[in-house]
T-cell receptor, first 110, second 114 residues
Framework: EDQVTQSPEALRLQEGESSSLNCSYTVSGLRGLFWYRQDPGKGPEFLFTLYSAGEEKEKERLKATLTKKESFLHITAPKPEDSATYLCAVQAGRKSKFYFGSGTKLNVKP | KAGVTQTPRYLIKTRGQQVTLSCSPISGHRSVSWYQQTPGQGLQFLFEYFSETQRNKGNFPGRFSGRQFSNSRSEMNVSTLELGDSALYLC?????????????FGPGTRLLVL
């Protein structure tokens, strides 16, 4: 069964304390892996797309990496405004379906 | 370029009623997907439309239905509402919905069923 699992469920960091979020997946025919940021009561905001193992993408304090079984979202020196829920999604299969993880809720304290 | 828009933003209904939600995709996008988001279940895929045809469907009962118009705008309908239908309903659009295309989400419609 196609599945996407994110860990941890919640993460509390002090401002400036770097960490990583994990997204592991078991799907057939990976077409792409996506990271989104979601603020409370809002729709997910697109961050990155990764297509193949070994690929890396960066944006400000965020860096996403991809292996054959998982992806990491590294957050370097986070600020309170980075507090949000980070969602991972995988597009896979002949019908290019999307499968979302349950998210990691990040709280960065000043 | 305008983003994905959804109307209404908030809705309160009672059990047994029906509701219609609307989504206007980004200009030029022809694929529209609908998701239900709840604290317990996360984001769950409802269905996807492309060129006025339902191309993919999630595991939701037949009370949930949708359609897409020739201008790619989409509507979602839920009949005989149940308390458990209270959720944030999200619409996402992409160019064709095919391989590795990014989906862009709207702000969602918050539905509360009393």
């Amino acid at each position: 069964e196609d599945q996407v699992t994110q860990s941890p469920e919640a993460l509390r960091l002090q401002e400036g304390e770097s960490s990583s979020l994990n997204c592991s997946y078991t799907v057939s025919g990976l077409r792409g892996l996506f990271w989104y940021r979601q603020d409370p009561g809002k729709g997910p905001e697109f961050l990155f797309t990764l297509y193949s193992a070994g690929e890396e993408k960066e944006k400000e304090r965020l860096k996403a990496t991809l292996t054959k079984k998982e992806s990491f979202l590294h957050i370097t020196a986070p600020k309170p405004e980075d507090s949000a829920t980070y969602l991972c999604a995988v597009q896979a299969g002949r019908k290019s379906k999307f499968y979302f993880g349950s998210g990691t809720k990040l709280n960065v304290k000043p | 370029k305008a983003g994905v828009t959804q109307t209404p933003r908030y809705l309160i209904k009672t059990r047994g009623q029906q509701v219609t939600l609307s989504c206007s995709p980004i200009s030029g996008h022809r694929s529209v997907s609908w998701y239900q988001q709840t604290p317990g279940q996360g984001l769950q895929f409802l269905f996807e439309y492309f060129s006025e045809t339902q191309r993919n469907k999630g595991n939701f009962p037949g009370r949930f239905s949708g359609r897409q118009f020739s201008n790619s705008r989409s509507e979602m309908n839920v009949s005989t509402l149940e308390l458990g239908d209270s959720a944030l309903y999200l619409c996402a659009s992409s160019l064709t919905g095919m391989s590795a295309e990014t989906q862009y989400f709207g702000p969602g419609t918050r539905l509360l069923v009393l």
